[in-house]
């Protein structure tokens, strides 16, 4: 049967209704987003890539990902709202259709699927990956410890059963490892990373693996405080904003510091509501309000990739 219900934006789905969404959103918006597979996960599922933007040669590209802590189902939903916003707002809202018609946005709707089903099916607060560990019974890897960015020196667990587990070694994860060989057989068109987590309302940059100052921190802290401007501007949220490691703690093994030192220099960590009132459960009434805000945020960093990358 072809009848299927109404796709929900302002409910948690689960990983079924995203990849039934996903594929169905690339069919339907063919000239504006195709759908190819990521990789793989530890247990087998697909992990999808969406490309948004009309094509066009020689574009920029900026990679936007979701699900990488299973639990923070808020920043699952952003990718979607993100995908959908694009298809329907293209050729009427004058900001996005040029950002689409001159970048490509590479949206990983859900990066740790393995992670997320395991939150929907067991248990609710799940971070890590899925992977077996050898010599313990614990399980899993914090995927956002697992790059090879000053890996487990600092704020990542060497220990199989901690949440911040670092891994047996940099990329030992099928999900980090199918995300960094994607930017890495892409780096001359990938100007931008940002990766979305919940909670703590935050958006950071390099680094977060030492009080390092990036060499382009003064341009990032510029391109965070504007777009951090213009999220607040919608509900007055309230974000601060900063390198990683003064703004939020040390961590070692993330993705943004790895995209940075591999050449990726708008590289972004967003962390959206709540500041701990919900947490992980943001209520679903808050999603289209994250969603949006989020999005005015994006498109600032956007606009200044297109324009300075
Ligand atoms: O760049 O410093 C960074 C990463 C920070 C995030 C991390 O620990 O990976 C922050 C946490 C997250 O989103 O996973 C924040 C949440 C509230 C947590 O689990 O502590
Ligand atoms: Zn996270």
Do not use: I, K, M, Q
């Given at each position: 049967s072809n009848i299927r219900a109404v796709h929900s934006y302002v409910k948690y789905n689960d990983l079924d209704t995203i990849n039934a969404w996903s594929a169905n959103i690339a069919a339907q918006n063919s000239g504006l987003v195709s759908r190819s597979q990521l990789g793989t996960s530890y247990e087998g599922r697909p992990i999808y890539l969406l490309k948004v933007g009309k094509s066009g040669s020689n574009k920029k590209a900026v990679v936007l990902d979701c699900g990488?802590?299973?639990?923070?189902?808020i920043s699952v939903a952003f990718c979607q709202w993100f995908v959908k916003e694009a298809v329907e707002k293209y050729g009427s809202d004058t900001q996005l259709t040029n950002l689409l018609n001159n970048l490509d946005f590479y949206v990983v709707?859900?990066?740790?699927v393995d992670g997320y089903a395991y939150t929907w099916s067991t248990n609710r607060m799940w971070r890590k990956t899925r992977s077996v560990n050898s010599g313990t019974t614990c399980i899993g890897t914090d995927p956002n410890r697992?790059?090879?960015?000053?890996?487990?020196?600092?704020?990542?667990?060497?220990?199989?059963?901690?949440?911040t587990y670092c891994g047996s070694?940099?990329?030992?994860e099928r999900e980090t490892k199918a995300l960094a060989n994607f930017i890495r057989n892409n780096l001359s068109s990938i100007k931008g990373y940002l990766t979305i987590h919940s909670y703590s309302q935050m958006l950071l940059f390099p680094?977060?693996?030492?009080?390092a100052v990036a060499k382009d921190h003064t341009e990032l802290n510029t391109v965070a405080k504007n777009a951090v401007s213009q999220l607040t501007s919608l509900y007055k949220t309230k974000y601060t904003y900063g390198a990683g490691g003064t703004t939020i703690y040390l961590a070692a093994g993330g993705s943004d510091d790895w995209a940075y030192d591999a050449g990726v220099k708008y590289s972004f960590t967003f962390e959206l509501?709540?500041?701990?009132?919900?947490?992980?459960?943001?209520?679903?009434?808050q999603i289209q309000a994250t969603s949006q805000e989020t999005i005015l945020a994006v498109r600032s960093i956007a606009t200044h990739i297109l324009n300075n990358a």
């Open positions: 990488f802590h299973a639990r923070e189902w709707p859900v990066l740790n697992n790059f090879n960015a000053g890996w487990c020196t600092v704020g990542a667990s060497s220990r199989a059963c901690d949440d070694s940099p990329e030992s680094y977060s693996y030492s009080y509501r709540d500041t701990g009132r919900y947490g992980f459960l943001l209520p679903e009434s």
